[in-house]
Every structure is written in C-alpha cells, then in structure tokens.
C-alpha cells in the first residue's frame, strides 16, 4: 500500500538556519505529493505540491522537488523564520486529487531567535 | 478566504457515550472527508463522502463510526460507543476536485475519551 515517511522531530533551529525536512514514499504508479502546514492552534493547510516527477512546488520560501529517482519530496527553506514555527506533514494521493491523503506523522519545526 | 469550520474544538466524553463531531465543510465543494491523528502517530484517512453517500472508507471506519449530511451544510461524524482508543484529533476537510487538487481543512476536534 502508499505510505509515507517523515524525518523525526522536533527540529529545533535559529532563525535564518538553513531548513531540510526528509520526506520519502512508497506508492504504486505515480502519485501527487503534497506538503500540509499546521500552525498552533489552527488546521492543515497545503503548503506546496507536485503532481508529476521532476516538479518543483514552491510558496512562502519553501521549496520541494518531485524526485521519482529517490521517491522523496525533501521539504527545504534557505532561511527560516520564527513565524514558520508549525508541524509540517508530507502526504501523497495515488490519483491526480486531493481524495484520500496518505500522511506522514509530521514533523515539527521550532524557530527560535 | 472560505475555510472548513469544525465544532466544537475540544469534546471530553466517557467512554462508552455517543458522541458528533460537527463540520461546515466550503459552501461550493463537493467531496467530504474525515481524517484522524492519535497523538503522536500519523493523520489517518477515515472515510470520503460524496453525493450523500460514502465513496471510501478505511479500515478504521467500522460500524461504530456513521457519517451524514442532515441539512446541505454540516458535515457529521458520529462515533456510537466511544472508547478509549477514539481519543484523538479528528480532521474534516473538503474539496471540489473539478480542477482543484487541493483539500481544505478545518482546525480539527480534539475528543478525550475517559
């Protein structure tokens, strides 16, 4: 079946750090992939996706590449900043939807200044 | 911006209690869905529904767990007898698929079974 991994939290970083978060997957033909954001106290929220190999998702500085390859979609941020503090969750669906996301358990991010 | 709305935020109930965990899913979308997190282990997909019935549902989804769209807005999840291994966050979430491959989600209920 699809599954997904996330590297273990908590990452803990100073504000201006360079961010990775490791994502890989497992699923049968090709999927979308997808990174959510969670802040405190709100719900998931899409940060950036990629439906076929070799697509870059981009938004509010984050960056993740669709590598087939590797079966990874490595989440990535030159610069972070306190605000970006959250449980981020790499997901994928087996169709080009939105039905039935497969989630990682999260990964959360602690900036501090 | 339109968002997904859960209510309530926190539901404390003992065990063996029916509980609903309530949805507003965005006006115009047409799929539904629930998802679950145990503290600490993955978001987990429940069970999609579409024109007033379940297109999909998980192995979790037994005959203790029913969904309903009672009204054309609220977007239902019912759990019949809840034990203590239903505590967890409950997501809800929507889309409209036509075009758009992004999934909405509400802020989740976060339901304590004692």
């Known amino acids: 079946g699809n599954s997904v991994t996330q590297m273990e939290g908590p990452v803990t970083l100073s504000e201006e750090a360079f961010l990775t978060i490791n994502c890989t997957y497992t699923?049968?033909?090709?999927?979308?992939l997808f990174w959510y954001v969670q802040y405190p106290g709100e719900g998931l929220q899409l940060l950036l996706k990629?439906?076929?190999?070799?697509d870059k998702g981009s938004n509010k500085g984050f960056e993740a590449t669709y590598r087939k390859e590797t079966t990874s979609f490595h989440l990535e941020k030159g610069s972070v900043q306190v605000s970006d503090s959250a449980v981020y969750f790499c997901?994928?669906?087996?169709?080009?939807?939105?039905?039935?996301?497969?989630f990682g358990t999260g990964t959360r991010l602690q900036v501090t200044l | 911006e339109p968002e997904v709305t859960q209510t309530p935020s926190h539901q404390v109930t003992q065990m063996g209690q029916e509980v609903i965990l309530r949805c507003v899913p965005i006006?115009?979308?047409?799929?539904f869905y629930w998802y679950r997190q145990i503290l600490g282990q993955k978001v987990e997909f429940l069970v999609s529904?579409?024109?007033?019935?379940?297109?999909?549902k998980s192995e979790i989804f037994d005959d203790q767990f029913s969904v309903e769209r009672p009204d054309g807005s609220n977007f239902t999840l019912k759990i019949r007898s809840t034990k203590l291994e239903d505590s967890a966050m409950y997501f809800c979430?929507?889309?409209?698929?036509?075009?758009?491959?992004?999934?909405?989600f509400g802020q989740g209920t976060r339901l304590t079974v004692v």
């Open positions: 997901a994928l669906t087996p169709t080009g939807t939105a039905s039935k996301l497969t």
């Open positions: 699923a049968t033909g090709y999927p979308s």
């Open positions: 990629a439906t076929k190999a070799d």
């Open positions: 006006s115009n979308h047409l799929y």
């Open positions: 529904f579409y024109n007033n019935e379940i297109s999909e």
């Open positions: 979430a929507s889309d409209n698929r036509e075009g758009n491959t992004e999934a909405f």
